[in-house]
């Protein structure tokens, strides 16, 4: 079983940055990749990013392209989120979450029900 920390999350102004951090403990060799979600409050969970842990290849929601980067670190079994020009409608807890499911692919990892395990989530805030 993997288990997931976020943390990085806070209060900022439109056009800020924040970088979000999840730490990953556990069985980290059986999570073939990692993704990041947010929600809204009154609305659903949205796909934000994904990543695989080997290789590195990456997918970015639409909304977020440009402007977010998901990386990771293996050494650390940490993958962070790097948000630049966040603007209000990025407001959100963002929840990592981890998938043992491996699928071709990283696009398909947009895909809320391939994660096995999610973190607690964190809170980001845009001020506008």
């Known amino acids: 079983q993997v288990q997931l920390v976020e943390s990085g999350g806070g209060l900022v102004q439109a056009g800020g940055s924040l970088r979000l951090s999840c730490a990953a403990s556990?069985?980290?060799?059986?999570?073939?990749?990692m993704g990041w979600f947010r929600q809204a409050p009154g609305k659903e969970r949205e796909f934000v990013a994904a990543?695989?842990?080997?290789?590195?290849?990456?997918y970015y929601a639409d909304s977020v392209k440009g402007r977010f980067t998901i990386s990771r670190d293996n050494a650390k079994n940490t993958v962070y989120l790097q948000m630049n020009s966040l603007k209000p409608e990025d407001t959100a807890v963002y929840y990592c979450?981890?998938?043992?499911?491996?699928?071709?692919?990283?696009?398909?990892?947009?895909?809320?029900?391939?994660?096995?395990?999610w973190g607690q989530g964190t809170q980001v805030t845009v001020s506008s």
């Open positions: 556990g069985r980290i060799f059986s999570s073939s990749a």
């Open positions: 979450a981890a998938s043992s499911i491996l699928r071709s692919s990283i696009s398909m990892y947009s895909s809320s029900w391939l994660y096995n395990t």
């Open positions: 990543i695989r842990w080997s290789g590195g290849s990456t």
